[in-house]
Structures are given as C-alpha cells and as structure tokens.
T-cell receptor, first 112, second 110 residues
Framework: DGGITQSPKYLFRKEGQNVTLSCEQNLNHDAMYWYRQDPGQGLRLIYYSQIVNDFQKGDIAEGYSVSREKKESFPLTVTSAQKNPTAFYLC???????????FGPGTRLTVL | KQEVTQIPAALSVPEGENLVLNCSFTDSAIYNLQWFRQDPGKGLTSLLLIQSSQREQTSGRLNASLDKSSGRSTLYIAASQPGDSATYLCAVDTGNQFYFGTGTSLTVIP
C-alpha cells in the first residue's frame, strides 16, 4: 500500500531534550512538508523540501531542523531551542510543488 | 501574506440535510485550492483539489466551487450523514506554500 507513515504516534519529551520525528513516504513524491497544528489554529508550515538535499524554511522554522538525504524520508528534529514544542505534527507530500498534498497520520508531541 | 478564513467555526445539522461550508482568502494569486477532512486526532484526508483555472470539482456527494477573483470557495455536501462528522479544512497554494484555514467542525445529528 502506498502512503505516508509517521512515527511515533505519541512522543513525550523532557525540557531541554532534542527529539526526532520520522516521516516516510513510498509514493515517489518529490515534495515533502512538515506542519504544526495547535488547537484553534490552522496548520502552520515549518519546513518543506522540493528535492533531495534541498529544503526551505516555512513560517515557523525557529527551533526546528530537517534533512532530506533520501527521497522517501524527511525527518524533523525538534530542538531544545523550540520554546513551545507541545503540538500535533503533520507530515505531507505531493508529486511536486503546486500539486495535491497527502498527509500522514501525525505525531503528538508533549513536553513534560 | 495570505490569510484563509473559514466560517462558521462549527455547524450542527440533522441527517439528510444539504449544507455549505465557506472558505475565503485574501490574495487571489493562487495556484490551487484543496479541501480536506480531519477526524479527531488524525491526519488530513484530501477531499477535492481545484486548480486555479477551474470553477468546480465534484466527488460523490461533495462539490467544491472556486471564485478566485472574489477570494472564495465553497464545499457543498449533499444528503449529509453522521459519518460526515469531522473538521473540514481548506488550503490555498500560493506556489511557495499552502496556507490553511482553521476549519469548520461539522456534526451531523442522526
């Protein structure tokens, strides 16, 4: 089955720790995206990548980092510099930019 | 910066009723508009994608329209069912990124 997988589903982190969220797709899509969703707010773009080994900052990139070493994978690291990391994180992909987006099931991160 | 608004924030209807969800955006320079459904605690499911050159798209009981010049889109759901209960989000693609509305939470009462 083709699709986007995110792991883990739930993640708990202590303050001061870095954590990495996984996003994998087997749709052969070129573009991948990371969004953050908070209650009462729309999705906000953290980072996106249109091609391997290249990525751009979104509106709220501070405190986050990404890599795109393989077409299928786009992991997101939430660093200790992110002041309010508790949120629902969603990964998406599309065949190319300016095209339909498909989403993974999400990871809920809670900072203790 | 593009701003996307969805009104109402919440809507309750009896089963079988036809309904319309609204989405407005401030900058008409878009490449496409996409409607999604989100169930609680889940990811987004794509419902319909309308390219900027199109006026509407249909899929089953869903029909989405786009009026780019006025910055508006509507999602029409015919003969609503309890299984349609979810949050519906619209997103506009400016070419660099998608901008999302905050969604309309729909409850269909049996």
């Amino acid at each position: 089955d083709g699709g986007i997988t995110q792991s883990p589903k739930y993640l708990f982190r202590k303050e001061g720790q870095n954590v990495t969220l996984s996003c994998e797709q087997n749709l052969n899509h070129d573009a991948m995206y990371w969004y953050r969703q908070d209650p009462g707010q729309g999705l906000r773009l953290i980072y996106y990548s249109q091609i391997v080994n290249d990525f751009q900052k979104g509106d709220i990139a501070e405190g986050y980092s990404v890599s795109r070493e393989k077409k299928e994978s786009f992991p997101l690291t939430v660093t200790s510099a992110q002041k309010n990391p508790t949120a629902f994180y969603l990964c998406a992909s599309s065949p190319e930019s300016r095209n339909e987006q498909f989403f993974g099931p999400g990871t809920r991160l809670t900072v203790l | 910066k593009q701003e996307v608004t969805q009104i109402p924030a919440a809507l309750s209807v009896p089963e079988g009723e036809n309904l319309v969800l609204n989405c407005s955006f401030t900058d008409s320079a878009i490449y496409n508009l996409q409607w999604f459904r989100q169930d609680p605690g889940k990811g987004l499911t794509s419902l319909l994608l309308i390219q900027s050159s199109q006026r509407e798209q249909t899929s089953g009981r869903l029909n989405a329209s786009l009026d780019k010049s006025s910055g508006r889109s509507t999602l029409y759901i015919a003969a609503s069912q309890p299984g349609d209960s979810a949050t519906y989000l619209c997103a506009v693609d400016t070419g660099n990124q998608f901008y999302f509305g905050t969604g309309t939470s729909l409850t269909v009462i049996p």
